[in-house]
């Protein structure tokens, strides 16, 4: 039996209670494909910031990077464990994303079956696109570099040519891979950026073309941001793949998710050549943690991820139209504000009941 080694982040929150609905369903998805995933869980996030003074240590970053075959992650963050300088201090998304050099986030935003859109009028499917933010350079780059005092402060945003030529990459071959847009069935590579105002994105749009003429395949198109997050609203199902700038793809991709029932519903991944992890794109929402409310599909969604990042596609599949067809049969049912009846417990049964 194949083995997979895989590292736990439980988060904050109501991560672990998102994680411990992961688990039983990778559970079931696991004996239902024939492999083992052995657990370790790392202690990380704002409440190992607390406690430790550090929210990774530098000896589980190494072991994330180079002891396990993928990280499953919780949400992180508290909102009153804070830097001096105001910013919390208890994310690992700078840790991790520059650390494991997990250079593509990769996140998709699909319609869902039995899930409204508030775009309205639009079939299950209907909207289908996977956004591939860089997460490495960007305005992010300058996390805990900002320069300044209390009159002005300057962030600096990098974008160098090997890091857009990777990114740029990635999305091409993910485009190959897919079905195409919605809408037309095209695949098409769409490049986000502001490259009329910042010099930093011209070379994002440069780089892009010079790739695009390595995949004659595909489509390549280009939108300012503005304009893009208008079409994804007006047209979503144009889009097949996005590639975009650190920030950009922080705002975009959750605007994206709220075209599809919330972010709650999304789960993403963060990849490099040599190490990745798995996450929800939301938050740890610590107000309702415990309280049986938090919709744990994001992080399902996440582990399916992971699946098809070990080499299991079709276990991987299977987990997405389980998830597909609970909801369909009314088996996990949503309130307006993306909570869940029954709580991450419920949902992941139901899950992991049809998996197996």
């Not at 590579?189 to 595909?218: G, M, Q």
């Not at 070990?310 to 389980?322: I, M, N, S």
């Amino acid at each position: 039996m194949q083995v997979h080694d895989i590292a736990v982040i439980r988060g904050d929150g109501i991560g672990p209670e998102l994680v411990d609905a992961a688990l039983a369903v990778l559970g079931a998805a696991s004996a239902k494909g024939g492999f083992e995933l052995r657990y370790t869980e790392v202690d990380a996030g704002a409440d190992t910031y607390r406690r430790t003074g550090t929210a990774c240590s530098p000896e589980d970053l190494e072991y994330l990077r180079t002891g396990v075959a993928a990280t499953l992650k919780g949400p992180v963050g508290l909102p009153d464990v804070r830097f001096p300088d105001g910013t919390e201090a208890g994310l690992l998304g700078g840790i991790l994303r520059i650390g494991l050099d997990a250079y593509a986030n990769v996140r998709p935003a699909l319609l869902l079956p039995g899930v409204g859109s508030a775009l309205g009028g639009i079939r299950p499917g209907g909207i289908d696109y996977v956004i591939v933010r860089e997460n490495t350079e960007g305005l992010y780059a300058s996390r805990g570099k900002g320069v300044g005092n209390r009159w002005a402060v300057s962030d600096t945003l990098m974008t160098t040519r090997e890091g857009t030529l990777r990114i740029c990459r990635r999305a091409f071959e993910l485009a190959a891979a897919r079905r195409g847009a919605p809408g037309d069935g095209r695949h098409r590579v769409t490049c986000v950026d502001k490259s009329n105002v910042l010099r930093s994105h011209a070379l994002f749009r440069e780089v892009f073309f010079e790739v695009a003429a390595e995949f004659p395949d595909i489509e390549a198109e280009t939108l300012y941001a503005d304009a893009a997050a208008q079409a994804l609203v007006l047209r979503p199902g144009d889009f097949d793949v996005l590639v975009m700038e650190n920030f950009l793809g922080d705002v975009l991709s959750d605007l994206g998710g709220a075209t599809v029932g919330g972010i709650s519903l999304c789960g993403s991944g963060n990849i490099g050549d040599s190490s990745a992890y798995f996450e929800p794109i939301h938050g740890s929402a610590p107000s309702i943690a415990g309280k049986g409310l938090a919709n744990p599909i994001g992080q399902i969604l996440a582990a399916a991820m992971m699946l098809d990042h070990l080499g299991h596609p079709d276990t991987a599949a299977l987990v997405r139209a389980a998830v597909a067809a609970a909801l369909e049969a009314g088996e996990i049912r949503l309130a307006q504000d993306g909570s869940a009846a029954g709580g991450p417990g419920a949902v992941a049964k139901a899950v992991a009941d049809r998996v197996a």
